[in-house]
């Protein structure tokens, strides 16, 4: 299933940036020192209940977004490295980041209060851009700084000096770029496809969220058109907050031919995601309603925002159900088909096939082969479905999530599967006797 995020981005010619390594230096209860490398498809975070599977999901979230806002109570340094690759055009981006919130030294003793100093937190990011293509060829930029500026150093010597910047506020990956575009050197950036890829929860979160709501950390979704703008022909992408690409495009479309209306309807064929949903749970046709939900009028220009929006499915039988009255699997399959049309970059699913039939679950693997995916499961059913052709795509999929034992600590341990246990893995699945997931679990690493 290719989204209308990632259509978008072939035809501007930027692809999205994957992750391919994290290492964590200090970040929670985790083993300080903990390396991960992360292959192109599939990778699956394995193990018990409270190793920390989620937690992990939340922090890949969070690398790939830029955005660690949600970290902004808590001390953590971190390093990652994200990749894009295409035809003519290659980068990478690493980064260290270290953040230290800030504090409250304790009042003297017997003192008032108020003497307690307070501490400004610390940010700081290291980082490292490097970037072929045929016009501009091979170019590295060394970013340096945080909390008190940022310095830009290309690898022929050239500084440049930002404004500061800081780790814990939304859009890092965004910020960079523009500091960068300030000093005329955008093309460095042009070809990330930097994109939004909250976590898909483990329940119905993101279905919240695709009608407006908002839910377990992803926003509702909505728009604001300039009306008179889009009067005067301006084009618009990109205007709307985890907003499918084809509905803002419809609702646009339907502006510029009646800019008086107030309720849309939007055709199920015409919603590449909503019509994959249609396909795969046997309804009929769908439809997307919206309506504005504030005129904003300041002088001559016009605001009109959208914020709710209803999904309508017919039966066979011609009788009609909205969302609301979908079952539990149904929700969650409409709603993941969304957030792969919304989300331009990699999959982070958590517990995706709660709820599923076999079949279901199925559809969505297929859906979402092609694609970088950090995933969960309990069931086994997701890892009977992944397949494999070599060890190496073994290591490359599993990552293996434990507790162990420091002194009095207990902390999150998580690595790769090593080498020799995905070569034992592959033998045994080879023979052909047992699926994936009895693998696993017979030999301990499930």
């Known amino acids: 299933m290719v989204s209308a995020a990632q259509d978008t981005g072939r035809h501007l010619g930027y692809g999205p940036a994957m992750l391919t390594r994290l290492k964590i230096h200090h970040f929670r209860d985790v083993v300080p020192g903990t390396e991960l490398r992360f292959g192109p498809g599939f990778n699956v975070l394995l193990g018990v209940n409270g190793t920390g599977k989620t937690t992990l999901l939340n922090l890949i979230s969070a690398v790939l977004r830029g955005d660690f806002s949600s970290l902004r109570g808590e001390a953590f340094a971190v390093e990652y490295e994200l990749g894009v690759g295409l035809t003519t055009f290659s980068a990478t981006f690493t980064a260290t980041l270290r953040h230290e919130p800030p504090r409250t ?206 999904y309508v499915f017919r039966r066979k039988d011609r009788s009609f159900v909205n969302h609301e009255h979908l079952s539990y699997g149904q929700k969650r399959m409409v709603s993941f088909f969304y957030y792969l049309s919304v989300n331009f970059g990699p999959i982070v699913a958590d517990e995706i096939v709660n709820g599923l039939h076999h079949r279901w679950i199925e559809t969505c693997v297929e859906a979402m082969r092609g694609r970088q995916a950090f995933l969960t499961s309990q069931n086994p059913v997701l890892l009977d479905c992944l397949g494999f052709e070599s060890a190496k795509q073994v290591a490359e999929t599993f990552i293996l999530c434990r507790t162990v034992e420091e002194g009095d600590a207990t902390r999150m341990s998580w690595r790769n599967m090593p080498e020799e246990d995905a070569a034992d893995f592959f033998e045994a699945y080879n023979v052909g006797i047992q699926y994936a997931s009895e693998i696993l679990r017979t030999r301990g690493w499930w």
């Open 105 to 310: 030294t304790h009042a003297p003793r017997n003192g008032p209060a108020e003497l307690g100093e307070s501490i400004t937190g610390a940010d700081r990011i290291t980082a490292r851009i490097h970037h072929r293509d045929p016009t501009l060829g091979e170019q590295s930029w060394l970013i340096e700084g945080g909390s008190l500026g940022l310095r830009f150093v290309r690898d022929d010597g050239k500084t440049t000096i930002s404004q500061p910047i800081s780790l814990t506020e939304p859009g890092l990956h965004w910020k960079l770029p523009m500091a960068l575009y300030k000093s005329q050197e955008s093309r460095v950036y042009q070809n990330f496809g930097f994109s939004e890829c909250y976590r898909f929860d483990e329940s119905l979160g993101v279905m919240a969220a695709m009608v407006g709501e908002g839910g377990d950390g992803v926003p509702g979704a909505s728009i604001v058109v300039p009306l008179s703008e889009l009067q005067r022909g301006t084009n618009f992408f990109g205007l709307g907050t985890f907003l499918d690409g084809e509905i803002e495009a419809g609702i646009q479309a339907d502006l510029r031919r009646n800019p008086d209306a107030d309720r849309f309807i939007l055709m199920g064929a015409s919603l590449p995601f909503l019509a994959t949903a249609v396909a795969a749970l046997g309804f009929v046709s769908a439809e997307c309603w919206t309506s504005v939900s504030e005129r904003r009028v300041r002088g001559e220009e016009t605001e009109l925002e959208f914020n709710r929006f209803t």
